[in-house]
């Protein structure tokens, strides 16, 4: 009965979003490991709550045509998918990166609603982005495609309706020029986006709070097994936002981060990453990878191209924890078995999605800590909370009182996915005690709230 009912809305979502990978695969994700509850609980089915889950409250689409410095017009597509506002208004990151489309946003803003639900705060869950590609244009160029980007967007967002944050190639100079616009054309100065720069009302420690948070859940999670972080040897993919912190954090807390990496290559370096070049090549002169090899003599660059299809050099290191911080299904099965092989006994999930389905079954499986990113990277939007929290009252936090609720948060979280876990008799299966505990209290919002 109980499991008819999952398998019936996932028909329907698969009907209703042929083409649409991704968004599938975070709906089956979550849905088939929300059985157990369904099992012992039948009001979710008699409100018809995964019926109503599965589909965004409103998804828009536009058009956003600008100017090169050719004074050529180019046009991108814009989105935002504002998925669910039970617990709060609509909240998640906007992504630019010519990959971008519905079915990629949609498995990111359904993910969100049960990741912000997860951090106990307030917020709604919702993704937005474009398919515009930041890499190689000029400032000009990036401040009149995100004007143009707001201008539309201004309509539908406000400081308690929709406040989107950065993602993927949206970092602090995109938010400020989406920012902005925003005043401009509404001459009203207020929280509507997070991520902002500091003296303009963006937080301490926002920066740094998904990698930190990662590091923290990590360090949460290494706990209960009598483990520490310390001494111990890691890898992280990607070398942006949350790859570069979470290096930071680990570097504090006594390990060695030995790889980083972006879509071209990856560095490993086996006397431990240097954190200095990496924010130098990656946030000042936001280079190539092969730009730090150049820097750091002993690092050691390898291509993508020279290394086995389906397989990253970044997995088969020999690191005891692993930190995916680049992107979606970047982690394979075969990944998996090289880092399992290896002797990892912690994967923590700084990116969304990182590990295909057979990569996280092969994790659960073998029993070793497993992060799942709803849980494991849910201190960026905490900390985009307590920004909004700050703008609304005018306050300013310390860097220090900011971090120490981050880690009051991510304990809270890791509190819930491992009790959850245990109630429902799968002890140390996170992804099943992230989503249970992430899905009942919207859910109950949700009924709550009457039939909408
Ligand atoms: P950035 O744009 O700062 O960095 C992204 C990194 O990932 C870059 O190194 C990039 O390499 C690499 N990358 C991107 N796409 C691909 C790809 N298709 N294949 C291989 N490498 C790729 O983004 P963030 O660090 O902010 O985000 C990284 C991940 O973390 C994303 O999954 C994001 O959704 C998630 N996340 C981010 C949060 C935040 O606060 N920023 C919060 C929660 C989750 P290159 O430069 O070559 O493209």
């Given at each position: 009965m109980a499991n008819s009912y999952v398998q019936k809305v996932v028909r329907k979502v698969k009907k209703s979003n042929p083409h649409q990978p991704e968004f599938l695969q975070a709906v089956e994700e979550v849905l088939y490991s929300l059985e157990p509850l369904f099992a012992k609980e039948s009001k979710y089915q008699d409100n018809a709550i995964l019926e109503r889950i599965v589909e965004p409250e409103r998804q828009l689409q536009f058009r956003v045509a600008w100017t090169d410095d050719k004074g050529r017009i180019q046009v991108n597509t814009g989105y935002r998918?504002?998925?669910?506002?039970?617990?709060?208004?609509?909240?998640g990151g906007i992504r630019f990166h010519p990959s971008v489309n519905s079915s990629i946003l949609k498995f990111l803003g359904f993910e969100q609603i049960f990741k912000n639900s997860l951090t106990g705060l307030a917020i709604g869950g919702a993704k937005g982005g474009s398919d515009f590609d930041p890499k190689g244009k000029s400032d000009a160029e990036v401040m009149r495609f995100c004007q143009a980007f707001m201008t539309e967007l201004t309509r539908h967002i406000g400081a308690t309706i929709d406040v989107p944050a950065g993602d993927?190639?949206?970092?602090?100079?995109?938010?400020?020029?989406?920012?902005?616009q925003f005043k401009r054309l509404t001459t009203s100065f207020e929280g509507v986006l997070t991520g902002k720069a500091i003296p303009w009302g963006g937080s301490l420690a926002r920066t740094e709070a998904t990698g930190f948070g990662n590091v923290y859940f990590a360090e949460n999670m290494l706990g209960v097994r009598k483990e520490t972080i310390e001494g111990k040897t890691c890898a992280i993919s990607g070398s942006g936002n949350v790859a570069i912190y979470t290096v930071k954090k680990l570097q504090q807390l006594?390990?060695?981060?030995?790889?980083?990496s972006d879509s071209r290559g990856c560095i490993y370096q086996p006397s431990g990453i240097n954190l200095e070049v990496l924010q130098q090549v990656k946030e000042v002169e936001r280079a190539s990878l092969t730009r730090y090899a150049e820097l750091c003599?002993?690092?050691?660059?390898?291509?993508?191209?020279?290394?086995?299809k389906n397989q990253h050099p970044v997995w088969n290191v020999g690191a005891q924890l692993a930190f995916p911080s680049a992107t979606q299904n970047e982690v394979t099965e075969d990944d998996a078995k090289n880092l399992l092989a290896k002797g990892c006994i912690l994967v923590s999930e700084g990116a969304n999605m990182p590990s295909v389905p057979a990569a996280t079954e092969a994790f659960l499986k073998a029993g070793i800590a497993y992060g799942p990113a709803k849980c494991a990277n849910a201190g960026g939007v905490a900390t985009s909370q307590l920004e909004m929290a700050q703008n609304a009252s005018m306050q300013k936090w310390t860097f220090d009182e900011v971090d120490g609720k981050l880690k009051n948060i991510m304990a809270g979280i890791f509190k819930a996915a491992h009790d959850t876990a245990e109630e429902f008799g799968q002890p140390g299966n996170y992804v099943m005690g992230g989503n249970i505990a992430g899905f009942r209290?919207?859910?109950?919002?949700?009924?709550?709230?009457?039939?909408?």
């Amino acid at each position: 009965m109980a499991n008819s009912y999952v398998q019936k809305v996932v028909r329907k979502v698969k009907k209703s979003n042929p083409h649409q990978p991704e968004f599938l695969q975070a709906v089956e994700e979550v849905l088939y490991s929300l059985e157990p509850l369904f099992a012992k609980e039948s009001k979710y089915q008699d409100n018809a709550i995964l019926e109503r889950i599965v589909e965004p409250e409103r998804q828009l689409q536009f058009r956003v045509a600008w100017t090169d410095d050719k004074g050529r017009i180019q046009v991108n597509t814009g989105y935002r998918i504002q998925f669910n506002s039970a617990i709060g208004p609509f909240k998640g990151g906007i992504r630019f990166h010519p990959s971008v489309n519905s079915s990629i946003l949609k498995f990111l803003g359904f993910e969100q609603i049960f990741k912000n639900s997860l951090t106990g705060l307030a917020i709604g869950g919702a993704k937005g982005g474009s398919d515009f590609d930041p890499k190689g244009k000029s400032d000009a160029e990036v401040m009149r495609f995100c004007q143009a980007f707001m201008t539309e967007l201004t309509r539908h967002i406000g400081a308690t309706i929709d406040v989107p944050a950065g993602d993927i190639g949206v970092g602090a100079r995109e938010i400020g020029y989406m920012f902005g616009q925003f005043k401009r054309l509404t001459t009203s100065f207020e929280g509507v986006l997070t991520g902002k720069a500091i003296p303009w009302g963006g937080s301490l420690a926002r920066t740094e709070a998904t990698g930190f948070g990662n590091v923290y859940f990590a360090e949460n999670m290494l706990g209960v097994r009598k483990e520490t972080i310390e001494g111990k040897t890691c890898a992280i993919s990607g070398s942006g936002n949350v790859a570069i912190y979470t290096v930071k954090k680990l570097q504090q807390l006594g390990a060695k981060p030995v790889t980083v990496s972006d879509s071209r290559g990856c560095i490993y370096q086996p006397s431990g990453i240097n954190l200095e070049v990496l924010q130098q090549v990656k946030e000042v002169e936001r280079a190539s990878l092969t730009r730090y090899a150049e820097l750091c003599k002993d690092a050691q660059y390898i291509s993508v191209k020279d290394y086995p299809k389906n397989q990253h050099p970044v997995w088969n290191v020999g690191a005891q924890l692993a930190f995916p911080s680049a992107t979606q299904n970047e982690v394979t099965e075969d990944d998996a078995k090289n880092l399992l092989a290896k002797g990892c006994i912690l994967v923590s999930e700084g990116a969304n999605m990182p590990s295909v389905p057979a990569a996280t079954e092969a994790f659960l499986k073998a029993g070793i800590a497993y992060g799942p990113a709803k849980c494991a990277n849910a201190g960026g939007v905490a900390t985009s909370q307590l920004e909004m929290a700050q703008n609304a009252s005018m306050q300013k936090w310390t860097f220090d009182e900011v971090d120490g609720k981050l880690k009051n948060i991510m304990a809270g979280i890791f509190k819930a996915a491992h009790d959850t876990a245990e109630e429902f008799g799968q002890p140390g299966n996170y992804v099943m005690g992230g989503n249970i505990a992430g899905f009942r209290k919207v859910a109950d919002s949700m009924i709550a709230q009457g039939v909408m």
